[in-house]
T-cell receptor, first 112, second 117 residues
Framework: AQSVTQLDSHVSVSEGTPVLLRCNYS??????LFWYVQHPNKGLQLLLK??????LVKGINGFEAEFKKSETSFHLTKPSAHMSDAAEYFC??????????FGTGTRLKVLA | GAGVSQSPSNKVTEKGKDVELRCDPI?????LYWYRQSLGQGLEFLIY????????KSGLPSDRFSAERTGGSVSTLTIQRTQQEDSAVYLC???????????????FGPGTRLTVL
């Protein structure tokens, strides 16, 4: 069975410092992986996705993630945090079907 | 163009009453998904539609929950005899639903916050 684990429920960073949000997945097959962001009182929005092409995926707003099969990880990074990055982030795995498995989310706080 | 819309945005109901939640997907999207988001939890898959058909209803928590989609467009999620544990945000998403549906980008609505007193 497939599953996804977001290792940190809360992450705090100072503005201008790097962001690292961790995600590990469990899958018997080659998965598709996604990161979505949910700003307060707004709908979820796709940040980036991996679908078996390049392992380093670039997304919107300067975010990127690297698919590491050997580590079963898909961590989300950004070189320099901005106040507007404060939100909840969800890692999602799909086995190529309609079933998308969401992690429990990581709430990112950006300190001025 | 217009995104996914959901109505109502907020619904407060009394235990035992029935509620209907509506989702209007993006025009042309054949795939439609319902999720439930409880406080501090990830999104729980409820049901998926491809066109008007729901090939997998196994995510529905109980037989009090049902959903339909008509005309390959609007979908309604109905909860009968609501219970307090049904309180959550119900999210709808749509996608193109092409052959590689597992790689689809899902577009989410703003959700309906359901409170059962």
């Amino acid at each position: 069975a497939q599953s996804v684990t977001q290792l940190d429920s809360h992450v705090s960073v100072s503005e201008g410092t790097p962001v690292l949000l961790r995600c590990n997945y469990s899958s018997s097959y080659s998965p598709s992986l996604f990161w979505y962001v949910q700003h307060p009182n707004k709908g979820l929005q796709l940040l980036l996705k991996y679908t078996s092409a390049a392992t380093l995926v670039k997304g919107i707003n300067g975010f990127e993630a690297e698919f590491k099969k050997s580590e079963t990880s898909f961590h989300l990074t950004k070189p320099s945090a901005h106040m507007s990055d404060a939100a909840e982030y969800f890692c999602v795995v799909s086995m190529g079907t309609y079933k998308y498995i969401f992690g429990t989310g990581t709430r990112l706080k950006v300190l001025a | 163009g217009a995104g996914v819309s959901q109505s109502p945005s907020n619904k407060v109901t009394e235990k035992g009453k029935d509620v209907e939640l509506r989702c209007d997907p993006i025009s042309g999207h054949t795939a439609l998904y319902w999720y439930r988001q409880s406080l501090g939890q990830g999104l729980e898959f409820l049901i998926y539609f491809q066109g008007n058909s729901a090939p997998d209803k196994s995510g529905l928590p109980s037989d009090r929950f049902s959903a339909e989609r008509t005309g390959g467009s609007v979908s309604t999620l109905t909860i009968q005899r609501t219970q307090q544990e049904d309180s959550a945000v119900y999210l709808c998403a749509s996608s193109f639903g092409a052959a590689g549906v597992g790689t689809d980008t899902q577009y989410f609505g703003p959700g309906t916050r359901l409170t059962v007193l």
